[in-house]
């Protein structure tokens, strides 16, 4: 069964065989039935590390749903905090749902050049099955797989909803419910996963050397692409936007939510890169992914570190939220080749993915582009630049890196934008203007986050450059 086969039987086999030899070298006075019995315990030692790193690491990167949750809710206005909250556990319910249902075989599953199985569901295979139900004899078959079935398809899942909550937070606020849900299914299952067979399911850009060690382009840049289309065909908030080419100021309604949700991020991010080093079986593996966390760590200080010194001659002023996502656009930059052996490379890669977000913002306020979370900068602009960055220490080609941009781009983009404006025609994807100025929350869910504040009109609401004269 195909899953990240290119790399992950490289490493698998890698940790296999130092584990091996470390145990035999040790003990080559024992005979040899008993040299062979700690063969056989040593795959399985592998098999349950490898199996148990998939399933910690995939818990971490899930628990990333609550930090964009608290981002995100800390950064709207207060008066549709829970409508996000709503948003985010709906859409990780539904990419767990169509994941399962067809997404994991598309883009794992007897992948060709472009897609995979257009079969349904996914689960244990045969001899996982046999022994579960009591045949002992295949657990040497179940061990030589290098890991349970389930716990890939756990770790791989979680990505998927971390692609889907960047959509969320760029249009917040004036974005259907269930339009936004209907968006997210097809996201998820069909979308993310042909852009995933083309790459980690070993489709057309991994034959041609393509390299994404996490996700830079694979994850962050098609929720970018998504979230971007989403933010041209729904359009902006009311009043963000003025006739006289002004923009009105909406900070976060809760800056210690949108903090602690970036700290989130940043702890599940750990997971997020350490668990694509896709094994934990032996000496290279665990090394390698001692480089991962630190390069991740690395790369996130120097992007805040970065926004905290320029924001003021980039935004004019020393800006929290552009320090925050700061922290997140310089991971999402490392991302793409996080195992690199010089951590020097990371301070450098981070704080580039900083500064892009930062004129990435000032650049969709010029374009009238409303990115409620900056959602668009950090994810899409640094992603880009992370994976170009791989040619720097991390083994990447450019121009078959520029290639991978550009088709996953050019993809993702023209489906997303085409399922946006179905979606218009069909259901509708923007709430009204009344119930954008009275809030979500109150309007569509009836449930205030923070009931004990007196709702108010918007003293500052002004005009907006789409009103008649």
């Not at 067979?197 to 057309?204: C, E, F, I, P, V």
């Not at 939510?257 to 290279?284: C, P």
């Not at 218009?424 to 869910?445: H, N, P, T, Y």
Request: proline residues 3%; glycine residues 12%; negative net charge.
């Amino acid at each position: 069964m195909s899953t990240h086969q290119p790399r992950r039987a490289r490493r698998f086999a890698a940790g296999r065989h130092l584990a091996t030899a470390a145990l035999l070298s040790g003990a080559s006075f024992l005979l040899v039935p008993s040299a062979l019995a700690a063969q056989d315990g040593a795959g399985d030692l592998g098999f349950v590390l490898n199996t148990f790193s998939f399933l910690i690491w995939g818990v971490l990167v899930m628990w990333m749903c609550a930090g964009f949750t608290m981002l995100e809710a800390g950064s709207v206005r207060s008066k549709s905090a829970s409508m996000i909250c709503m948003k985010n556990i709906g859409l990780y319910a539904v990419a767990g749902l169509t994941y399962y249902i067809i997404g994991y075989n598309l883009m794992y599953v007897d992948v060709g050049s472009v897609i995979g199985s257009l079969s349904f569901f996914y689960g244990p295979s045969a001899e996982e099955v046999a022994l579960l139900g009591g045949d002992e004899g295949v657990a040497g078959a179940v061990a030589e797989n290098g890991y349970a079935v389930m716990s890939d398809w756990f770790f791989q899942m979680v990505f998927v909803a971390t692609t889907a909550s960047i959509v969320s937070g760029a249009l917040a606020e004036r974005v259907k419910l269930w339009t936004f849900l209907v968006f997210t299914a097809v996201l998820t299952a069909i979308i993310y996963p042909i852009v995933g067979a083309w790459t980690w399911g070993g489709g057309w850009l991994a034959a041609m050397g393509f390299t994404d060690f996490a996700g830079s382009t694979i994850v962050h840049s098609t929720g970018g692409w998504a979230a971007l289309a989403g933010a041209l065909v729904v359009g902006p908030r009311w009043g963000k936007f003025r006739k006289d080419g002004s923009v009105k100021s909406t900070p976060p309604s809760n800056i210690p939510a949108v903090t602690l949700g970036v700290f989130i991020l940043w702890m599940g991010w750990f997971g997020f890169n350490g668990g694509s080093q896709l094994a934990l079986a032996g000496v290279f593996d665990a090394v390698a992914m001692s480089n991962v966390l630190v390069n991740t760590n690395l790369a996130a200080a120097a992007g805040v570190i970065a926004a905290l010194c320029l924001s003021r001659p980039i935004l004019g002023r020393v800006d929290l939220f552009a320090t925050l996502n700061g922290a997140i656009s310089g991971m999402v930059a490392i991302t793409a080749g996080p195992n690199i052996a010089n951590p020097l490379w990371a301070l450098l890669i981070g704080a580039v993915g900083s500064l892009l977000c930062m004129f990435g913002l000032k650049m969709l306020e010029v374009r009238r582009i409303d990115d409620v979370v900056g959602a668009v900068p950090a994810h899409l602009f640094a992603g880009i630049w992370g994976t170009l960055a791989t040619c720097i220490a991390a083994g990447g080609d450019f121009v078959t890196q520029l290639i991978g941009v550009v088709s996953v781009g050019a993809f993702t983009f023209s489906a997303a934008w085409l399922l946006w404006t179905v979606l218009d025609k069909l259901m509708g994807v923007r709430v009204s203007r009344s119930v954008e100025e009275i809030g979500q929350d109150a309007a569509e869910l009836g449930i205030d986050a923070y009931p004990e504040f007196i709702l108010m009109a918007d003293p500052d609401m002004g005009d907006d450059f789409r009103d008649a004269d």
